[in-house]
């Protein structure tokens, strides 16, 4: 069983479209987040949501919503895409609110890639 | 804000060998945690180890194991017995509580390339 499972794998669109990325975690854990891995393999965050409510929200245009139905899923749609916006996105879970003392579980990521 | 420094952006080693990868860090914060995680080419995410900041003992999971030392803000990954499996980029990453909610806050990465 697929701990963080995210839809698609791969992702290939033009500029200007719109598109959502799905995540579920089957772990339980409370907390769920976004983070976006550009073309120099760094990893930042970009949103996190505990128990369906947004927590986090760097500094991440507004053409990036995420949405948490429940708090075993946590989706992400983007608006009008652009070509800065091509990257791996990770979806991760964990149990590390409020006590920073456990791993955070990631999907496998989706590769975006804008045309 | 918490920061993650890997210094090294590449290591080499021999199959079977030991490696360290240099991790330090910063953070005003006096409860945090450590993390190594370990993303081969084929791109998921693999935990590997973690370190609390009041644990007493450095962390160890199999073949790896967490140089831990406080005073000096670093958080060194060793791998032992290096396998050809193990060639992959390794981040060293923070979390604190509070408003930072457990976030993690990556390094730049090391890429380790182990020769046969």
């Known amino acids: 069983d697929t701990a963080v499972s995210q839809t698609p794998k791969y992702l290939v669109t033009q500029m200007g479209n719109d598109k959502s990325i799905k995540c579920e975690q089957n772990?339980?854990?409370?907390?769920m987040y976004w983070y976006k891995q550009d073309s120099k393999k760094f990893l930042k965050i970009m949103f996190s949501?505990?128990?369906?409510?947004?927590?986090i929200n760097e500094t991440v245009p507004n053409r990036f919503s995420p949405k948490s139905p429940d708090k075993a899923h946590l989706n992400l749609h983007i608006n009008s895409l652009e070509l800065g916006d091509s990257a791996v996105y990770f979806c991760?879970?964990?149990?590390?609110?409020?006590?920073?003392?456990?791993?955070?579980?990631f999907g496998d990521g989706t590769r975006l890639s804008i045309l | 804000a918490q920061k993650i420094t890997q210094t090294q952006p590449g290591m080499f080693v021999q199959e079977k060998e030991a490696v360290t990868l240099d991790c330090t860090y910063d953070?005003?914060?006096?409860?945090?945690?450590l993390f190594w995680y370990k993303q081969p080419s084929s791109g998921e995410m693999i935990f590997l180890i973690y370190?609390?900041?009041?644990?007493?003992q450095n962390a160890t999971e199999g073949r790896y194991s967490l140089n831990f030392q406080k005073a000096r803000k670093s958080a060194n990954l060793v791998i032992s017995a290096s396998q050809l499996g193990d060639s992959a980029m390794y981040f060293c990453?923070?979390?604190?509580?509070?408003?930072?909610?457990?976030?993690?806050?990556f390094g730049q990465g090391t890429i380790l390339t182990v020769h046969p």
């Open positions: 991760a879970s964990s149990q590390n609110y409020p006590n920073p003392n456990q791993p955070q579980h």
């Open positions: 772990l339980g854990h409370d907390t």
């Open positions: 949501y505990n128990n369906k409510e947004l927590i």
């Open positions: 953070t005003s914060d006096q409860s945090y945690g």
């Open positions: 370190q609390g900041s009041y644990d007493e």
């Open positions: 990453a923070i979390a604190v509580g509070g408003t930072s909610y457990g976030k993690l806050t």
